[in-house]
């Protein structure tokens, strides 16, 4: 614990004279009689920095997270500080969220008064929230809705590079997956855990089908045909699982970025939950799509806000607006693999028992 090394000025310690005095609003600069500053860019701008300064406590508490992910070993007690931290991330995000209300409060009229000025400055150039998404496992060549020039060539040379080193470097999915493939449950000497749940998968497919083959739904031929190819491709699904070439092929369509192993021992863990030596990994992972989620949702308020603002004009750096912001919303997620595994999970009633062995392990006190 630090001790006092003198008295503190609180304006002194948190640097308000630096803070304070760094909104200088470009409309106020070119201001005449007949073109008076913008009341509004002093909104516009402290909202802004409020996101970089909160994206900035976001990287302190990722980073604290990648560093415990870097090491060979993750302790167990490591996982109370990283769903900690993960959850925090999350709270921040709700947080920004609002800001969008508070920014539009200012009408779009308001905001055409100083646009003009901030040509060609966007959002494309917050270093900080690409590093987020980076570091999260979101790199350029992921996103479908932009090339890689495109997004890059909007950043001075200083930070192009800094973004293009990070990119060489392992992100929380990379690390994630790492970890996941060690998860040590699914296949013991004395128990294979998926012999037992392709069991439980293949009753339920052949039910399925019964049931659509018999038309106990009132099915017409036509819907008939229909869930019997969808059944078909459920079942390739999970075959997918199972059969490396098979998941190579889904990887290869880009629909899964997972290692198989990875992807089962994940499964594995949202399956028994409630073990308690999975709790905080299953906590872990429920926080990694939190944070998807609530990006996604930032994105689409952001979206609709382009929209409500500029209606179908080009964004300040060049981009389609709201059209593009809304594709990045559909698209730009690190942990897809994560959401899609809720297309395998079952019923707790037909999760297959696990043998007492597996059972000890995963229990705290191990008898």
């Given at each position: 614990?630090?001790?006092?090394?003198?008295?503190?000025y609180y304006?002194?310690y948190?640097?308000?004279?630096t803070?304070?005095s760094a909104?200088?609003?470009?409309?106020?600069?070119?201001?005449?009689?007949?073109?008076?500053?913008a009341?509004?860019?002093?909104?516009?701008i402290?909202?802004?920095q409020s996101?970089?300064?909160?994206?900035?406590q976001?990287?302190?508490?990722?980073?604290?997270?990648?560093?415990?992910?870097?090491?060979?070993?993750?302790?167990?007690?490591?996982?109370?500080?990283?769903t900690?931290?993960?959850?925090?991330?999350?709270?921040?995000?709700?947080?920004?969220?609002?800001?969008?209300?508070?920014?539009?409060?200012?009408?779009?009229?308001?905001?055409?008064?100083?646009?003009?000025?901030?040509?060609?400055a966007?959002?494309?150039?917050?270093?900080?929230?690409?590093?987020?998404?980076?570091?999260?496992?979101?790199?350029?060549?992921?996103?479908?809705?932009v090339?890689?020039?495109?997004?890059?060539?909007?950043?001075?040379?200083?930070?192009?590079?800094?973004?293009?080193?990070?990119?060489t470097?392992?992100?929380?999915f990379?690390?994630?997956e790492k970890?996941l493939?060690?998860t040590?449950?699914?296949?013991?000497d004395?128990?294979?855990?998926?012999?037992?749940?392709?069991?439980?998968?293949?009753?339920?497919?052949?039910?399925?089908?019964?049931?659509?083959?018999t038309?106990?739904?009132?099915l017409?031929e036509?819907?008939?045909k229909?869930?019997?190819?969808?059944?078909?491709?459920?079942?390739?699904?999970f075959?997918?699982?199972f059969?490396?070439?098979?998941?190579?092929?889904?990887?290869?369509?880009?629909?899964?970025?997972?290692?198989?192993k990875?992807i089962?021992?994940a499964?594995?863990?949202?399956?028994?939950?409630d073990?308690?030596?999975?709790?905080?990994?299953?906590?872990?992972i429920?926080?990694l799509?939190?944070?998807?989620?609530?990006?996604?949702?930032?994105?689409?308020r952001?979206?609709?806000?382009?929209?409500?603002?500029?209606?179908?004009?080009?964004g300040?750096?060049?981009?389609?607006?709201?059209?593009?912001?809304?594709?990045a919303?559909?698209?730009?997620?690190?942990?897809?693999?994560l959401?899609?595994?809720?297309?395998?999970?079952?019923?707790?009633?037909?999760?297959?028992?696990l043998p007492?062995?597996?059972?000890?392990?995963?229990?705290?006190?191990?008898v």
């Open positions: 614990m630090h001790q006092s090394k003198g008295p503190v304006s002194q948190l640097m308000l004279d803070l304070l909104q200088e609003p470009l409309s106020r600069k070119f201001a005449t009689n007949e073109n008076p500053e009341h509004d860019e002093m909104l516009f402290v909202v802004h996101y970089e300064i909160w994206f900035k976001m990287l302190h508490d990722l980073n604290s997270v990648l560093e415990v992910f870097n090491k060979p070993v993750i302790q167990d007690q490591s996982f109370g500080m990283i900690n931290r993960l959850h925090r991330i999350t709270k921040i995000q709700t947080m920004i969220l609002s800001y969008l209300d508070i920014l539009e409060t200012m009408t779009p009229m308001e905001f055409l008064e100083f646009r003009n000025l901030l040509i060609p966007s959002g494309f150039q917050s270093t900080q929230f690409r590093e987020i998404e980076i570091k999260l496992g979101l790199k350029t060549t992921d996103r479908e809705s090339n890689q020039e495109f997004f890059l060539g909007r950043l001075s040379a200083k930070d192009k590079n800094i973004l293009v080193k990070l990119e470097e392992a992100s929380l990379d690390l994630m970890w493939e060690r040590p449950y699914t296949n013991q004395t128990f294979n855990f998926w012999e037992e749940y392709k069991k439980v998968i293949h009753t339920m497919l052949d039910t399925d089908r019964k049931t659509i083959e038309n106990a739904a009132g017409t036509e819907n008939k229909n869930q019997l190819e969808n059944l078909k491709v459920t079942e390739y699904t075959l997918s699982l059969d490396q070439d098979k998941h190579d092929e889904v990887v290869k369509a880009g629909k899964r970025k997972l290692s198989q990875a089962l021992n499964l594995f863990i949202l399956l028994y939950r073990e308690p030596m999975l709790s905080l990994p299953h906590k872990m429920s926080l799509m939190d944070i998807d989620e609530n990006f996604t949702t930032w994105r689409y952001h979206a609709l806000m382009a929209q409500r603002m500029l209606g179908s004009k080009i300040t750096g060049g981009s389609s607006g709201h059209e593009y912001l809304k594709k919303a559909d698209t730009n997620k690190a942990f897809k693999d959401f899609n595994l809720s297309t395998y999970l079952l019923p707790k009633s037909l999760l297959p028992e007492d062995q597996v059972k000890k392990q995963l229990n705290f006190q191990n």
